[in-house]
Each structure stands twice: as structure tokens, then as C-alpha cells.
């Protein structure tokens, strides 16, 4: 018959020895770019609805709008305007604003066939 020893805790469970496998978080470069990439993707797909005379005017505006949303994130944050290392929010204000130029341009060069 088995006794419990109080007096050594054997009626615990055992420790691991070992700390948890614990899934690496996304670097900040990840996270800034996902969150860049997503925000692209809504514009995108917000745009998608409108006829096709309309879209690339209204992808550029909003992908504008996003950058003013990413540069309002930024100033909130507070932090420096460039990393050496990482991206930061004023990196994703860049990519929104530079995308929509890309859009502008092609749209005034014809290139989306409207």
C-alpha cells in the first residue's frame, strides 16, 4: 500500500526540468510589415467594390488615408523616425505612402486599362 509523505510533497507533481517550448514572437520588422501588408490588403479589398473607372483613384486615396493613419501611429508613439536595425511605424507610413504613389502613377500612365 502506497503512503504519502507530506512532510516531502511527493503528493505533487513532479517540475518540469525543463522550461516550455514557447513559440518565438515576430521581430519587429515582422510585425510593422504584416501590419503594413494588412492594411494594403483592406484598401484593396474596400476598392475591389467600386467600378473599375473609380478603383484606382479610390486604392490611392485610401492607401493615402492609411498612411496618415500609419504617421498618426507614429507621432503617437513617439518613437525615432528611423532604426538602424528595425522597422517602425514610421516605416509603414513610408510603404502606404509610397504604394499609393505607385497606384497614382499607374493609373495616370493607363496601365489598369480603364
Same mark, same amino acid.
Given at each position: 500500500?502506497?503512503?504519502?509523505?507530506?512532510?516531502?510533497?511527493?503528493?505533487?507533481? +513532479?517540475?518540469?526540468?525543463? +522550461?516550455?517550448?514557447?513559440? +518565438?514572437?515576430?521581430?519587429? &520588422?515582422?510585425?510593422?510589415?504584416?501590419?503594413?501588408?494588412?492594411?494594403?490588403?483592406?484598401?484593396?479589398?474596400?476598392?475591389?467594390?467600386?467600378?473599375?473607372?473609380?478603383?484606382?483613384?479610390?486604392?490611392?486615396?485610401?492607401? &493615402?488615408?492609411?498612411?496618415?493613419?500609419?504617421?498618426?501611429?507614429?507621432?503617437?508613439?513617439?518613437?525615432?523616425?528611423?532604426?538602424?536595425?528595425?522597422?517602425?511605424?514610421?516605416?509603414?507610413?513610408?510603404?502606404?505612402?509610397?504604394?499609393?504613389?505607385?497606384?497614382?502613377?499607374?493609373?495616370?500612365?493607363?496601365?489598369?486599362?480603364?
Amino acid at each position: 500500500m502506497a503512503t504519502f509523505h507530506l512532510k516531502r510533497g511527493s503528493w505533487r507533481l +513532479p517540475r518540469l526540468r525543463f +522550461p516550455p517550448q514557447i513559440e +518565438p514572437r515576430p521581430s519587429a &520588422n515582422q510585425m510593422v510589415l504584416t501590419d503594413c501588408l494588412m492594411s494594403t490588403a483592406l484598401c484593396v479589398g474596400v476598392a475591389a467594390f467600386l467600378p473599375a473607372a473609380v478603383a484606382p483613384w479610390a486604392l490611392a486615396a485610401l492607401l &493615402n488615408l492609411a498612411g496618415f493613419v500609419w504617421l498618426g501611429v507614429a507621432l503617437m508613439t513617439a518613437g525615432p523616425p528611423f532604426g538602424p536595425r528595425h522597422s517602425t511605424a514610421w516605416d509603414g507610413a513610408l510603404l502606404s505612402f509610397a504604394t499609393s504613389f505607385c497606384v497614382q502613377t499607374a493609373a495616370r500612365l493607363g496601365l489598369f486599362g480603364t
